[in-house]
């Protein structure tokens, strides 16, 4: 369990490209001790750190060790949005890369946690330190972690997904454009500014590329270790399994339906629904990875044409 990685600073808009262009260039460039990383980045000495811890956190890198010295490493989800979409633009990315931090308990527990064992759809800070502080007791072994590190993390969450125009219009200028990427996608609102209440927003249908879903379905799928011949999935675990489509995305059963009707109609699975037995069985051997190469393919295709029209 990791908490506080990101020295309170939530993930920036240009970040996470300005971290892997540096990485690209220079994978030891955040412990280069002949090149300062906060004049390579171009930040300061804590953000440099936040970056780091992020661009790890969400799926983009992982660290090695070479000797004593530690280096960035490209994972395959950072080569193909290096490849496709660098600048991180399309709304795919950005809810893979939201998949991708939510199922990351290791380094990001506060969003596994609260994605995947939170299950209150509107809370204050109060709900959300008491139940979070209740699960790290339980879980976490030795040396308890601080409220403060906890309120740190809250408050990160929150940012990472509502703009801190939302957040703090009395503090905040029109000009001011310091927002996570991630506030495009809607999943946290508020419901009451006064009394400081929020909210997980359930998914809409057509808010994601139905082969963004896939890709999740599948990944999730390939990680069990009681994988079956006949891929099939119930259709409840999809809406309740920890890091599934129906955690991660804030799904109810009729949006989650809508979805598999489209992988149906796409060709990508076969929905079954018969008395007591409402099971998908894939209909393809991809890996994640190529499903999210489809989609960005199929984007450029469309793209073009828009191009030449």
């Known amino acids: 369990m990791k908490f506080r990685g990101h020295e309170t600073f939530f993930i920036r808009k240009g970040w996470l490209y300005k971290g892997l262009k540096q990485v690209d260039i220079n994978p030891q460039v955040f412990v280069d001790k002949e090149n300062k990383p906060t004049d390579v980045l171009g930040i300061g000495t804590n953000m440099v750190k936040a970056l780091r811890y992020w ?158 879903i896939l890709a999740v379905i599948v990944d999730q799928y390939q990680k069990k270790e009681n994988k079956n011949s006949a891929k099939e999935i119930k259709i409840a675990n999809l809406l309740s399994d920890k890091c599934n489509i129906g955690k991660t995305f804030v799904m109810d059963l009729n949006v989650l339906n809508y979805y598999l009707d489209r992988l149906q109609e796409m060709g990508y699975l076969k929905v079954v629904r018969t008395a007591g037995l409402d099971v998908i069985k894939l209909n393809t051997d991809m890996k994640p990875m190529d499903i999210l190469t489809t989609y960005y393919e199929e984007l450029n295709l469309v793209g073009l044409r828009e191009e030449n029209e």
């Open 55 to 212: 661009m790890q956190a969400v799926g983009l890198t992982d660290e090695k060790r070479d000797g004593n010295t530690r280096y960035q490493e490209f994972t395959d989800f950072a080569k193909l949005i290096w490849n496709y979409d660098k600048y991180m633009e399309e709304d795919g990315t950005l809810w893979f890369i939201h998949y991708l931090l939510s199922s990351n308990q290791e380094l990001a527990t506060t969003w596994y946690w609260f994605f995947n064992e939170f299950n209150i759809r509107e809370f204050t800070k109060d709900d959300f330190i008491l139940s979070i502080d209740g699960y790290v007791k339980y879980n976490l072994e030795g040396t308890p972690v601080a409220q403060s590190s906890l309120e740190d993390d809250f408050n990160c969450l929150l940012h990472t997904y509502i703009s801190r125009k939302k957040m703090h219009p009395e503090r905040v200028s029109p000009e001011n454009t310091i927002d996570s990427p991630l506030g495009i996608l809607g999943i946290l609102d508020i419901v009451d500014e006064k009394k400081k209440i929020y909210k997980k927003v359930v998914l809409r249908k057509d808010m994601i590329h139905p082969l963004v």
